[in-house]
C-alpha cells in the first residue's frame, strides 16, 4: 500500500514539476522567415481570396505583404524582386502612380525584370497608356514565357487586368 502511495506521489510530483512556471510541452517556434518570404506568402493568400471574389480579404492581406515588403527593402535596399512585389502590391491597393514608380526604380536595376515588364504593362493597360504597355511587350518578346502571353492576351482584350 505505502509502495502504490508513494508511485503515486511520485508520479504527481513528476508531472507538475514538468510544467511548472508557465511552460508548455510544445511551445510555438517563432517565424524565422525573411519579411520578403512571408510577404510572398500573404500575396499568394491575397491572390486567392481575389480568385474567389473576397476582394476585402485579398485587400487585407495586399496590406500585410506591402508592409512587409517595405521592411524588406529597408533591410535589404534596391532589390528587383522586391520592387516588382512592391509595385505589385500597391497597383492592387489602387495606389498607380506609387506603384509604377516602384516598378520603373525596379526596371533601373534589371530592365529585363520579367515580372516587372509585365505588371508594369498591365498597369499601362489599366490607365489607358497602350503604347507604353506594348512598349514592355516589345521587352518581353524574347523571353519566350508566361508573362509574355499574359501581357499580350491582356493588351489584346482577350483577357481581362484585375488592375
Known amino acids: 500500500m505505502i509502495n502504490k502511495i508513494f508511485i503515486i506521489l511520485f508520479f504527481i510530483f513528476i508531472t507538475t514539476n514538468s510544467y511548472s512556471a508557465g511552460s508548455k510541452p510544445t511551445d510555438p517556434k517563432p517565424d524565422k522567415r525573411s519579411n520578403y518570404t512571408k510577404a510572398l506568402d500573404s500575396i ?8 474567389k471574389g473576397k476582394i476585402e480579404k485579398a485587400k487585407k492581406r495586399y496590406k500585410k505583404a506591402q508592409k512587409l515588403l517595405i521592411k524588406s527593402n529597408k533591410e535589404k535596399p534596391l532589390q528587383a524582386d522586391t520592387l516588382n512585389y512592391l509595385g505589385f502590391t500597391t497597383r492592387k491597393l489602387g495606389d498607380f502612380e506609387n506603384g509604377e514608380k516602384y516598378y520603373l526604380l525596379g526596371l533601373e536595376i534589371d530592365p529585363n525584370h520579367v515580372g516587372i515588364n509585365e505588371y508594369l504593362g498591365e498597369l499601362y493597360v489599366v490607365t489607358n497608356r497602350l503604347d507604353l504597355a506594348k512598349e514592355r511587350l516589345k521587352v518581353l518578346e524574347s523571353c519566350n514565357c508566361e508573362e509574355y502571353t499574359e501581357l499580350k492576351e491582356i493588351i489584346d482584350g482577350t483577357k481581362q487586368s484585375k488592375y
Open 44 to 51: 499568394k493568400f491575397a491572390k486567392k481570396y481575389e480568385k
